[in-house]
């Protein structure tokens, strides 16, 4: 099993000459136009058809492909991929432990090694949907893809913001904070001994000092057990807090603001996403068998429709769009 985070776009369409937003219903007929001008379809070594788009940029040494599975109908599935330099990678033979290098003699620019990215598109709301690996292309492959083969028009991805993150509660009437929970990992000599009131020498010989880690609640006896009572108050404090984020491992705030009641807010995760957990493999005889790229492409194409259909709810209203 492996726990994967898809991560939600709205894509708006622009006029390159004038920067104009357009109608984001009139990508479905750009990226059609573009696919069947510019692909022909192939079949993979799994015997998927796919139509391959190259979106290589000029002076990258190594290729970057998108792979259009579909692309007709109400929405688009397809892979992203780059290619990993060869010599990074060798097979190993595990009986005996004997290592080979990859594509032995054939040049980089010829044939290699690539890791994947899924997207889903949904055409109607105009939501993009990703669930990224690591070195793989990730939803920018779109905007690129446009800037390579449209002239008139480009693509601009805004995250959907986390209902819970604390952007959430900026530029609201009359914001209060009531706590702030920050989590300190390894924190400094200096802090720990003013925490513990201990001798901080003592506390680093500790044989886990390289695990521990200091949360803190901070919370007000005083205006009501509020520590701000106003937006403008609450934004400085929020703001504070994000300059040294990256001195936290995770931070939250305890808010509410006019007509809500008391939530949590966090600062960690601001762009909304679904959690999902893909099965890399399944046990066969009592032997755990890895899938094959074809099982999981269908996989993927799954958790990524799966997880559109159950939060488009929250997308609608969020980006403010009807369908």
């Known amino acids: 099993m492996a726990e994967k985070k898809i991560y939600f776009f709205r894509m708006d369409l622009l006029e390159r000459s004038s920067d104009s937003l357009l109608d984001y219903k009139k990508i479905r007929e750009i990226i059609v ?7 022909v379809k192939t079949t993979d ?6 139509y391959p788009l190259a979106i290589t940029r000029v002076g990258e040494p190594l290729h970057s492909t998108i792979d259009f599975i579909r692309y007709k109908g109400d929405n688009v599935f397809l892979r992203t991929s780059r290619q990993k330099p060869k010599g990074a990678f060798v097979t190993r033979e595990y009986a005996t432990n004997r290592t080979e290098k990859i594509l032995i003699g054939i040049d980089e620019s010829l044939s290699g090694i690539e890791t994947y990215t899924y997207i889903f598109i949904d055409y109607k709301s105009g939501i993009l949907s990703v669930v990224a690996a690591q070195s793989a292309p990730d939803q920018r492959s779109i905007v690129d893809m446009f800037d390579l083969y449209s002239t008139e028009y480009r693509i601009e991805l805004i995250p959907i913001p986390n209902k ?5 509660i900026f530029g609201k009437e009359n914001v209060k904070i009531s706590s702030i929970d920050v989590t300190i990992p390894v924190p400094d000599a200096v802090i720990l001994e003013q925490i513990f009131g201990i001798n901080a020498a003592e506390l680093l010989e500790i044989k886990t000092r390289d695990k521990y880690k200091v949360t803190m609640q901070v919370t ?6 509020k520590m701000t009572t106003n937006t403008e108050e609450s934004e400085s404090l929020i703001n504070g807090i994000k300059s040294n984020l ?5 931070a939250k705030v305890t808010a509410k603001y006019e007509g809500t009641s008391a939530k949590t807010y966090n600062f960690n995760d601001e762009n909304f996403y679904f959690k999902t957990t893909i099965s890399i493999a399944s046990f066969v005889d009592g032997h755990l068998k890895y899938f094959d790229s074809d099982v999981l492409l269908s ?8 997880a559109f259909l159950t939060s488009k709810g929250y997308l609608a209203t969020v980006i403010d769009r009807t369908w």
Do not use: C, H, M, W
């Open 220 to 225: 007000s006896n005083i205006k009501r057990g």
């Open 299 to 306: 996989k993927y194409n799954d958790a990524l429709k799966t």
């Open 246 to 250: 990256p001195k936290f491992s995770s």
């Open 45 to 50: 070594i799994d015997g998927n058809q796919v």
């Open 164 to 168: 819970d993150g604390v952007e959430k």
């Open 33 to 39: 136009e573009i696919v069947n001008k510019e692909t």
